[in-house]
């Protein structure tokens, strides 16, 4: 009861003497004082609004305009087509101030006349694609075209600072192919994979597709791209991610390791309270809107909507389907330490806390000596295990009392931070520790991470930090820009020769509240079991391996006068040819962000020209040049096929959403069936590496991050992200599952990229 009565910020009663009113002036501070946070957020949404609303034209130009009219009309010159005469036939009076105000509205009408004009004509510039197809190399000139094409885009988009979603409006919709176009290309893609038999099977079934079922499919997709902003995302999001009833842990969510080169400080608190801050300044960033869109070559844009959810954000688990969660502020984390959580307050009289108070703060979680309650150890596991049995505990044990406001404190929270009680990291003398490093961040103990929030932070005793990111809400590269900026603001901050954080703390900060919860019931340590159970035999199933190379990198694949990227993906062909004996399938994420709510598209880097390099590589017989002839062709094919991903030229993601309508329409088609039952066994992705100019190699050049990975996608097959983060340093996440008798993480990518003779 003395909690209940704490907790209310005033009270009456009535005596003899009339009323008698107690209230805690501090409560009603803190309520006066979210209010104000509140009211300026959405003030402050509104200005942006407006600002991008006009993009690229500014509010000072209205001002200049309505100025020069107001001019000219005193000064007796003449109005274009007399609007100003026009404007007072319709206003009740012709007085000076209302002749001010007819000036006015001539004034705006002029001005959003020519700045819709500019947004109509800045998203007609960024539909042309012809830039991504122009030689970047030395001397390659570049056409008329692109060139009065770049001029007149600077213009349009350089001219005005643009905020982060100064350019949602001026972006093009995702372009639908046409069937002929993806049939085309999906029959290309699949030939080095089939024999002549089956790629005749193949080739008679799409062209069955084509003629039939095809094309009252296409015709819903037509409808859908011109009604919606992307035809592609909300499916993707809802069917791919959403509906996917298997554990997040592993299979979907994936993670970013440490700058490995810098020990920046060795005291956990400390690195803890400077990377939080850090975040919650780049959250800050985002809902001002004061974070500068992404614009490749400096000039085009990227889709900047996948920000919105970065933070305040969890997937919270339903018994079909998840369903994303996204709050518009909270002003707390919560902190996991030794199988307790801790709700810490982040703001403070108004302002964010200084990293040295966050510091105090995690400080006291450590010192904490209190024992977790009965359940609460592996109470996370329910987060990684099946995702209709977490719905179900959830909805029924979950929905009052404790359990019910410690989930809500979790869920609303900004982000999870996860206080490790073990040492990992990265000793170049020990391989295996970055291998730990990887598996800590991976999937933890399978009950120390909210695999359902947005991101957890995870920092070890020994003061290396990394992330765990759920995957639906946003793909890596926006992961990657905030890793960017935080270890940049950590670069930039700094620590005190100790290794604490700067500054000083004049009065102490909200202490950590612990969370309670009442899980000692039959029904519910049941659940957490049969979670943990899964999660645990998930988690052993793993075999992660991270290799970092430094004989060479992205210095030498220029030289050799290919794309980094082509170089790589190459190199894994090979690589998996020899572990395997056969070719497969192969994915590499793309991004669409150059249209509006764009996501990935799907590289097939197995191509007929990869294959053919391939096999001049086993061919004993085969010269050096032969080999440098097939490679250089190979990797033109392969850019090519990357350039058409993010031009909106792609494969998959139209199949795709044929085969959505189809199951709406019940539609059976045997060529689909086809598609989309062949499994991806070689999965791969490029960690965006330099998204930003804020981490200079020449001013922080140990600054090298490992870059991050992600669990297989097929249970014979491989998981493969890797990252070129220098001239001379690659790192590689590879992973398989042991139950697979015929795949091992360790393959011979060290021994095929040693050795040079892939090129003259």
């Known amino acids: 009861m003395a909690e209940a009565h704490s907790a209310v910020a005033f009270s009456f009663a009535i005596t003899h003497d009339g009323w008698d009113v107690n209230f805690d002036r501090e409560v009603l501070y803190l309520v006066w004082e979210s209010g104000i946070r509140s009211w300026k957020k959405r003030l402050a949404r509104f200005r942006n609004n407006v600002h991008n609303g006009v993009y690229p034209g500014h509010l000072q130009s209205l001002y200049v305009l309505w100025t020069l009219i107001v001019a000219a009309h005193f000064g007796g010159f003449n109005i274009p087509f007399g609007l100003v005469q026009k404007m007072l036939a319709i206003l009740p009076g012709d007085t000076t101030m209302w002749q001010v105000f007819a000036c006015l509205l001539v004034a705006l009408t002029m001005w959003l006349s020519v700045i819709f004009l500019m947004r109509y004509l800045l998203k007609l510039l960024l539909m042309y694609k012809g830039w991504m197809y122009e030689s970047r190399a030395p001397g390659a000139r570049i056409s008329l075209k692109t060139m009065l094409w770049v001029s007149v885009v600077k213009v349009l988009s350089g001219w005005n600072k643009p905020k982060l979603y100064s350019f949602q409006g001026s972006l093009p919709r995702l ?358 159970n899964v999660a645990d035999k998930l988690l052993n199933d793993v075999d992660l391996r991270i290799l970092m190379y430094t004989k060479y990198g992205k210095g030498f694949m220029k030289k050799c006068r290919v794309s980094p990227d082509a170089f790589i993906q190459l190199v894994l062909q090979l690589s998996y040819f020899r572990d395997a004996g056969r070719f497969c399938l192969t994915y590499e994420a793309s991004m669409t962000r150059l249209y509006r709510e764009g996501r990935t598209e799907t590289v097939r880097s197995c191509t007929i020209e990869s294959t053919a390099w391939v096999k001049a590589m086993e061919d004993p017989n085969s010269t050096v040049q032969e080999r440098y002839d097939l490679f250089v062709k190979a990797s033109q094919r392969h850019q090519l096929g990357y350039q058409d991903a993010m031009a909106g030229r792609g494969i998959d993601r139209h199949l795709f959403c044929m085969y959505v309508v189809a199951k709406y329409l019940e539609l059976e088609s045997p060529f689909l069936q086809e598609v989309f039952n062949e499994p991806w066994r070689l999965s791969t992705s490029q960690t965006p590496h330099g998204q930003t100019n804020m981490l200079d190699p020449k001013k922080y050049p140990n600054c090298v991050s490992a870059g991050g990975g992600f669990g297989p996608v097929a249970d014979d097959g491989y998981g493969v992200s890797y990252i070129i983060v220098a001239e001379d340093t690659l790192f590689f996440h590879v992973s398989s599952k042991k139950s697979c008798p015929i795949t091992v993480s360790l393959v011979n990518v060290f021994y095929i990229l040693s050795r040079k003779n892939i090129s003259p």
């Open 175 to 532: 372009p639908l192919p046409s069937v002929k176009d993806t049939m085309r290309r999906y029959l290309i893609s699949v030939r080095p994979l089939l024999d002549d038999e089956n790629f005749k099977r193949v080739e008679q079934l799409a062209k069955e597709f084509e003629e039939t079922i095809a094309v009252k499919l296409q015709r819903y997709l037509i409808l859908k791209s011109w009604w919606s902003s992307n035809y592609v995302s909300d499916w993707w999001e809802e069917y791919v991610y959403l509906h996917g009833r298997s554990p997040l842990m592993v299979n979907s969510n994936f993670y970013a390791i440490d700058a490995i080169m810098l020990r920046p400080t060795r005291i956990q608190a400390a690195r803890a309270g400077l990377i939080i801050h850090a975040c919650l300044k780049f959250r800050r960033l985002i809902d001002r809107q004061e974070l500068e869109p992404i614009m490749l070559q400096n000039m085009v844009p990227l889709c900047s909507w996948q920000y919105e959810r970065l933070f305040n954000t969890v997937r919270a688990p339903g018994i079909e389907s998840d369903k994303i969660v996204h709050y518009q502020d909270s002003t707390h984390i919560v902190v996991y330490h030794k199988s307790r959580y801790f709700k810490v307050m982040v703001y403070s009289r108004g302002r964010l806390l200084t990293p040295a108070e966050i510091q105090v703060q995690i400080q006291q979680i450590l010192d904490d000596k209190s024992e977790p309650a009965i359940g609460e150890e592996r109470l996370a596991a329910l987060t990684a295990g099946e995702r209709t049995h977490w719905a179900h505990i959830r909805q029924t044990k979950f929905n009052r009392g404790h359990n019910r406001t410690s989930l809500h404190c979790i869920e609303r929270a900004a982000f999870m931070v996860c206080l490790d009680d073990i040492e990992y990291g990265f000793d170049p003398k020990d391989p295996s520790k970055l291998d730990a490093f990887g598996r800590v961040l991976l999937h933890g103990k399978g009950c120390d991470r909210w695999f359902d929030k947005s991101f957890n932070l995870c920092f070890s005793t020994n003061g290396y930090v990394g992330f765990n990111a759920e995957h639906s809400w946003a793909d890596a590269p926006v992961m990657g820009h905030l890793w960017e900026y935080v270890i940049w603001s950590e670069m930039e901050i700094g620590y005190t020769p100790e290794g604490n954080t700067k500054g000083t703390v004049a009065t102490p900060p909200p202490s950590p509240i612990r969370l309670q919860w009442e899980l000692n019931k039959e029904e519910i340590l049941n659940a957490i079991d049969i979670s943990y």
